[in-house]
Every structure is written in structure tokens, then in C-alpha cells.
């Protein structure tokens, strides 16, 4: 039987290198969709990359954007891919403010071309969309699936946007389409601009002098946060369903970013006061307070739960970075992941 072949969108992001990961694992060819640049962005996947043109390669990767019909249809067309998973998107909430009409192109219209490519294929495809916690914005916690949306930023109701037209899809045209509602879930290869990353490797840069500060927005919000390897998992298990449906993943837990500061200062024995300043630029117009996931439907429907705590997150990713930075390790996040990880693809960075 032949390899199961897989789209990924955004695969030089977070989630994409680490799914890419899980799927190549499992004997998938996977195929990946690359924005054309000046510069390389493959460092999440330098530790995979095979170049096509070497015997036996099982990834590649292709030039496209979800703003770009033409090259979707061309390269769903070629592929034939058997799973398709949409991660890319304008993904900085923040931002979002900044840049509305470029966040609503890609993160919402750009579904809108990739399911109705799809749909044009008459291709038995199975399609993962990566819809986000952030459209629950101000609604009473814990949020499940039945949950009422109340989205608090361009890029959450861009996410909106995408998740209807998702079950539009799903109910009108028999598509296998389905919505993950991901709570945000940190790594090692997070973005350097999303709070949690940036703390960790301020620490980094603090402790060998090259910064002298780090200036931070709102500390009071409370977000439910995971491990990202450990939510790819659970991205792939939907799309072994038998029918196509929308799953809360997370944790079950919230924390503050005030809390992810205090653990991860205090895990480098570093003092929060001595360091740390408050920028109101980072400030959001709107803000979204609490997020906690209810996850009953996805423990029992799909089985999965996660492994890693949030202190254990916190150490993980300090860990990380230290070591990208030359420093030795504190050694308790590496010790997590061998112990609740063996043998498995994300114990490296």
C-alpha cells in the first residue's frame, strides 16, 4: 500500500514542523506549501529537510500562499494529497490590529479558496483547519464545542470566519472537514513574539548580558496553555475519524502571564522586578480575559489527553533556550521530556 500523502500549510510555523514530524514518523509523505522569500525560513525544518531531487525523499516543499488561488489549485491538483492541514494564517493576535485586512485575506478567505479547490478536485480529501481558542474572546469559561463565540480581534473573527465556512462546507457539499479549536499550546519553536517565547528567551538574553530588560503588555490574562508536540497529535486523530466533527483541545487548565513570569523567573533565579517593564504598546484595543478549555468531548471521543503540566511547559521551554544561547541547562526540562517522552520525536528541540 502506498504512503499516505499530506498537505501542510504553515509548515515552517510551530505546529507545521512538529506535525510534520508525527506524520513522517508514521510513514506519510508530506508536502508542504512555503510563502517565496529573500531569506530561508526553514530553521523549524533543517533537522528534516530532504531536497525532492535526492532518491527517496518523503518531504517537500512548495512554493504558495493562501492569498494565491492559482498556486493552491495547482499544487492540490498535482499532489492529490489524502489529509490536508490548513495551519498557516496571519497567527499574531496582536497584529491582527495592525493589519485587519491582510489578517482577514489569509486567515479567513484564504479557507474559503482552499475548501472550494477542494471541493472542485472531486478528490477524496480529509481537511484539518486550525480554528482557535481566540474566538471564544469574552464568553464565561470554560468553553466547549456548544460554547457561544464572541471574537475579540480581526484575527479571531477571521478564525470565526474560517470555522463556519468550514461546517458550511462539511454539511453542503459531504466535504470531510474539520475544525480543531486549538488553546494555545507553546514550544521551544514558538515564535519569539508570542508572550510565553519571549519570556523564555528574554531569560536567555538576559542571563548572558545582551538584553537588560523586557517589557511586557497585560500580565492579568489567564490562558489555558499545552505542550504544541502533544496538540499535533490530536490534530491527526480527527482526521481518523469515521465522519468529519469539531474538537476543544486543550488542557482543562488557565493560568496568568503574570504566573508563566513569576515560574519561569524564578526556575532562572532571575527577579521579576529587577528586569521586567510594562509597555502599554502591547497593550490590545480589546482584550480577551480568561480562556480555559472544556475538554470532555476530545478525551472521550478522540482519546487524547495531554502528558505536560504547565510548570513543566515553563521549564521545557527555558531549558531550550538556554541551550540555544550557550548556556548549560537547568536540566529539569529535559529531564521531563525524557521521562514522559522516550524514545519519541519531540524530546529534541
Known amino acids: 500500500m502506498a504512503d499516505k500523502k499530506a498537505l501542510i500549510t504553515g509548515i515552517t510555523g510551530q505546529d507545521g514542523s512538529y506535525l510534520a514530524d508525527f506524520l513522517l514518523d508514521r510513514g506519510y509523505e508530506v508536502h508542504g506549501i512555503i510563502r517565496r522569500s529573500s531569506s530561508f525560513n526553514r530553521q ?15 518531504l517537500f516543499l512548495h512554493y504558495g500562499d493562501l492569498s494565491d488561488a492559482e498556486a493552491l489549485s495547482h499544487i492540490i491538483y498535482n499532489i492529490r494529497p489524502d489529509e490536508v492541514y490548513n495551519l498557516g494564517a496571519q497567527s499574531h493576535v496582536r497584529v491582527s490590529f495592525d493589519m485587519p485586512e491582510y489578517t482577514t485575506n489569509v486567515t479567513a478567505l484564504g479557507v474559503t479558496r482552499l475548501l472550494e479547490i477542494v471541493r472542485r478536485s472531486n478528490h477524496n480529501v480529509r481537511i484539518y483547519q486550525a480554528s482557535s481558542s481566540e474566538m471564544f474572546g469574552s464568553a464565561t469559561p470554560p468553553q466547549g464545542e456548544e460554547t457561544p463565540f464572541c471574537p475579540r480581534s480581526p484575527y479571531a473573527c477571521s478564525k470565526l470566519y474560517a470555522y463556519w465556512m468550514v461546517k458550511n462546507y462539511r454539511e453542503g457539499y459531504k466535504l470531510f472537514a474539520s475544525n480543531g479549536i486549538l488553546f494555545n499550546h507553546e514550544s521551544p ?3 519569539e513574539t508570542f508572550v510565553t517565547r ?23 490574562s489567564k490562558r489555558d496553555w499545552g505542550y504544541a508536540p ?9 482526521l481518523q475519524q469515521e465522519s468529519a466533527d469539531d474538537f476543544v483541545i ?18 532562572a533565579d532571575l527577579d521579576v522586578g529587577e528586569y521586567v517593564k510594562i509597555d502599554p504598546s502591547y497593550f490590545r484595543p480589546t482584550e480577551v480575559e480568561v480562556l480555559i478549555a472544556d475538554t470532555k468531548k476530545s478525551e472521550k471521543k478522540l482519546g487524547w489527553k495531554p502528558k505536560i503540566k504547565f510548570n513543566e511547559l515553563v521549564k521545557i521551554m527555558i531549558d531550550a533556550d538556554m541551550r540555544a544561547a550557550g548556556l548549560e541547562p537547568l536540566g529539569d526540562g529535559d529531564e521531563i521530556l525524557q521521562k514522559k517522552f522516550p524514545h519519541r520525536y519531540w524530546t529534541s528541540d
Open 189 to 191: 519553536r514558538r515564535g
Open 230 to 238: 502533544e496538540y499535533v497529535e490530536a490534530m491527526w486523530k480527527m
Open 198 to 220: 519571549k519570556i523564555t528567551y528574554s531569560i536567555a538574553r538576559l542571563l548572558t548580558k545582551k538584553d537588560r530588560h523586557l517589557y511586557l503588555g497585560n500580565l492579568e
Open 250 to 267: 486543550g488542557t482543562g487548565e488557565s493560568h496568568s502571564v503574570q504566573e508563566f513570569l513569576d515560574q519561569a523567573f524564578a526556575y
Open 44 to 58: 523549524r525544518l533543517e533537522h528534516l529537510y530532504i531536497d525532492p531531487r535526492e532518491s527517496g525523499a518523503k
